[in-house]
């Protein structure tokens, strides 16, 4: 049997319904950026910076104090991405390999 991450398993890579999303702003591609809630009110993004499994984006979520709180807490118990002694944020990355 295939693993998969815990947020394969938590949504369906399906249209997500819109009552599940609580948009904030829409990028220079128009997509829409907000926060994505479980069925069971779990709030995905929070979560997901809670294990480690991804970066606090502070341009998109400027002084969201919750995630701040979370990332650092992840950091300091070296979850997920943070057990890299020097792990590389994703836009740094993109701009490497251009």
Do not use: F, I
């Not at 294990?51 to 995630?67: E, F, H, I, N, S």
């Amino acid at each position: 049997m295939r693993q998969t991450s815990w947020s394969m398993q938590r949504c369906s890579h399906n249209t997500v319904p819109t009552e599940r999303v609580r948009p904030h702003v829409h990028d220079k591609y128009t997509r829409t950026l907000g926060d994505m809630l479980l069925p069971d009110g779990v709030n995905l993004n929070q979560e997901l910076v809670k294990q480690g499994w991804c970066w606090w984006y502070r341009k998109y979520a400027p002084g969201d104090t919750v995630l701040e709180e979370l990332e650092k807490e992840a950091r300091e118990a070296r979850k997920g991405l943070w057990a890299d002694p020097q792990p590389v944020p994703p836009w740094e990355w993109r701009k490497r390999h251009r």
